[in-house]
């Protein structure tokens, strides 16, 4: 679930304690047959102050670009997918 949440091999090897790349690629293979059919989906949100930005980040939602005209900023967070749902 980390690789798909973040797609960061390196990182999941390093929090997963492994010391062979290899070990780690076990677990992207994985995460990859398990989640083939799934679109990556994502819930957006605009933060149009410093206090909405705050809780949407404490939500995990990610920054995703600048300001616009209405002094919004966008943030998104993948929706997750749970082992034995159908959604």
């Keep these: ?3 798909y949440r973040t797609r960061d091999i390196f990182y999941v090897m390093q929090f997963l304690g492994h ?3 290899e070990n780690t690629l076990l677990y992207v293979q994985l995460t990859n047959s398990i989640f083939q059919d799934r679109d990556d989906k994502y819930i957006c949100k605009v933060a149009k102050t ?3 930005a705050v809780q949407l980040v404490e939500l995990g939602f990610e920054y995703v670009t ?3 005209h209405d002094g919004g900023k ?3 967070k993948q929706k997750l997918l749970y082992l034995g ?3």
Excluded: N, R
């Design 1 to 3: 679930m980390e690789y």
């Design 74 to 76: 966008l943030f998104k």
């Design 19 to 21: 010391k062979k790349i």
């Design 50 to 52: 410093a206090q909405e």
């Design 66 to 68: 600048g300001e616009y």
């Design 85 to 87: 749902s159908q959604s």
